[in-house]
């Protein structure tokens, strides 16, 4: 009986200890985070510095990628996590809506150098002047081009251009392979809806900012030279269900079976095409604007503190920790290191902190040969501060619906660009209306 | 105290649990969603009254419209879809004899799969261009559509993974198959009624109420389909997916309002919206139940 009673009172107990609260309710002493994983040595070994400097810190990593309405949530029931690592463009939108905290006495009390960040990241992560993320991976978009497939139709890969928008399709028609409603290759793939505002961009266009308008007639005909692309090479329904077929992240890339030509993408693809195919014969450019100036839109990660998080302080440590200089260095070593293990060549880091990249590529770096890393790493090198990256909006993910949406409209033959762009305007303005922003 | 009242008392006292559930985690959550509904909130501030501008603005809202017109269009594809076929496969089932145990079990065990495992499974199994369910058409000279990319193919597509749970109505027909009279069969026969007229005249008559049953259930839940085309065409890879507006059900805007936009007074709206249309459609159904659906011992 008396067993029974102790095993019914641990039992209780248990339970009350464990508690049923959200993220942080049940963990009030440890340092939580959202939206980062511990995939590999860039996330494992900065951790560990984190660890090392900071042995009392409890640091629970809540691993998976950010779930906004979970992360939004948790912060309006008071029970944020202390740390939210999510997408740079978002970041404006959370802070408009008092989701993440200002950064400034964080960045003053550590001495943060944040002319070491890259332009484009950190203007992402700055709304109404204050600075409310630290920039961590960058990636910019370039030119992959399939050499064998493109060598085969009598083209050159080095002249393959995307300032020539009236003979883009004929280019398109020559290395695209279809025939009886089937595709067995894509050409040029725009990768829109995706890449819309490289595209507009590379028309003199905007999408978001002070003047900017989805309709405007540039985009207009951005969204009529990709859609138009896409609709000569087998039309949407029959181009998608054929991309969806693409081993993208295995040995039997689209690369490697021929089934694409050339694309755009972003740089970090490198990396992945470079481990997985090694021999995979590519050429890999920049992406050039109407006028045949280098064109590239820079994207990434950043780390915040939400309202209300638990331990500032701590997170701000954390957070600065995970951005410097000497610890990005530490975790391309651990990085480089763990690939040359494996016999695999290490493409270097590409992170925000242009300090931190300048030592990877000079102390760590390691292509061990990789003709795709030795062309493709100094073309995206070159294209880091030059990228241009999508302005802080309180509406960031309203507009990106409403012009993603509008391009799908237009793919699957629903409306006309322009038409659909009036009404993607029409959303982004009832979008900014009710949160109050530009 | 009389034994009526007695058993009267027990039997609120065993509602008791349920009323109390009820209230507190159904009534509560409803009557605080219609005040929301009045209200434009976005959890991280207080709710701010505006009437019933969330109304209106629904009224006006294009994707309300293609949302509704999506949802009712699945239903009206789906509802007839999985009766006839579960029909079909409870007669089958109750000609199985001795193995009917086993293929009962068979025919069930897919309503087990959770809804998100099933959708990358189909997501494979009709993708337009090697797509197994195409390459099972091709055996029969068929060149099959792209599913799952062609706005026009999206829903029929939807329709067709949805009869993968055809199993949990199939074993309700089946019970109430085995429910239905032999000698009312004996007697068509002898009256010469043909096996159409003995479906007809005997089968449907004797099953109505399990099919009445089933078409409310089933027309109020595709009215509220949300998990599979959620995983399908707005999860992970929601960048990338141009199908949005043909898979674009009532649930998935509703969500996408409040988890993403965060207007949850809105989606409050939109919520009761739907209530009222799901009303409206039982209140109907109800109605022609009266005149065609018969129950044993009904003296009506």
Known sequence: ?438 | MTVSGRESRAGLLFLLPWVVGFLAFTAGPMLFSLWLSLTHYDMLKPPAFVGLENYREALADDRVGTALWNTVFFTALHVPSQIVLALGLAGLLRRAGRGSGFFRTVLYLPVMTPPVALAAMFLLLLNGQNGAVNAFLGWFGFQGPNWTTDPAWIKPGLVVMSLWTVGSTAVLYLAALTRVPLERYEAARLDGASPWRQFRHVTLPGISGTVYFTVVVNTIASLQVFTEAYAMFFGARAKASAEGDAALFYVIHLFQEAFGSLRMGYASALAWGLFAVIAVITVVQVRLSRRYVHYEGDRS
């Open chain 1, 1 to 438: 009986m008396r067993g029974l009673r102790l095993t019914a009172v641990l039992g209780v107990s248990a339970l009350l200890a464990a508690g049923c609260g959200g993220l942080g309710s049940d963990h009030s002493d440890a340092l939580v985070t959202m939206g980062f994983g511990l995939p590999d040595e860039h996330a494992t070994a900065r951790v560990a510095v984190f660890r090392e400097a900071n042995p009392g810190v409890d640091l629970r990593i809540s691993e998976g990628a950010l779930d906004e309405q979970q992360f939004l949530s948790a912060v309006a029931a008071g029970d944020p996590p202390d740390l939210v690592y999510a997408e740079r463009r978002k970041l404006g939108g959370y802070a408009a809506r008092g989701a993440v905290q200002s950064l400034d006495a964080c960045v003053r009390e550590h001495g943060v150098d944040l002319g070491l960040f890259r332009e484009a990241a950190l203007r992402q992560v700055t709304y109404r002047g204050e600075v409310y993320g630290l920039p961590e991976f960058s990636s910019v978009r370039l030119m992959i081009v399939n050499n064998p497939v493109v060598r085969a139709a009598g083209l050159d890969p080095a002249a393959l251009s995307t300032s020539d928008w009236a003979g883009m399709g004929e280019v398109a028609d020559r290395l695209a392979r279809v025939g009886g409603g089937r595709v067995e290759r894509i050409g040029f793939d725009p990768k829109v809806p995706e890449f819309l505002p490289l595209w507009a961009k590379a028309n003199g266009a905007e999408l978001i900012g002070p003047g900017a308008r989805l309709d405007d007639p540039r985009v207009v005909e951005a969204v009529r030279h990709t859609t138009d692309l896409v609709a000569r090479q087998g039309g949407w329904a029959s181009f998608k269900a054929f991309r969806d077929t693409f081993d993208q992240f295995g040995a039997n890339n689209q690369y490697v079976t021929g089934q694409l030509a050339a694309m755009p993408m972003d740089s970090w693809y490198l990396n992945t095409l470079a481990t997985n195919s090694p021999d995979a014969d590519v050429t890999i450019a920049p992406f050039t604007d109407r006028n045949g100036q280098v064109l590239t839109e820079s994207g990434g990660q950043a780390w915040a503190i939400p309202k209300g998080a638990r331990h500032p302080e701590v997170a701000c440590r954390f957070l600065v920790t995970m951005t410097d200089t000497q610890t990005w260095v530490t975790a391309a070593t651990a990085r480089r290191d763990a690939l040359a293990e494996a016999g695999r060549p290490y493409g270097g880091t590409f992170t925000a902190n242009r300090a931190a990249d300048e030592r990877i590529f000079r102390e760590v770096f390691a292509p061990l040969g990789n003709p795709i890393l030795a062309e493709g790493v100094p073309v995206a090198l070159s294209l880091q501060d030059q990228a241009f990256a999508l302005p802080p909006s309180p509406a960031a993910s309203e507009l990106v619906r409403a012009w993603e949406g509008a391009v799908n409209r237009v793919l699957v033959g629903q409306q006309e660009p322009g038409e659909a762009m009036a009404q993607a305007q029409r959303e982004a303005e009832r979008a900014l209306k009710r949160v109050g922003g530009r």
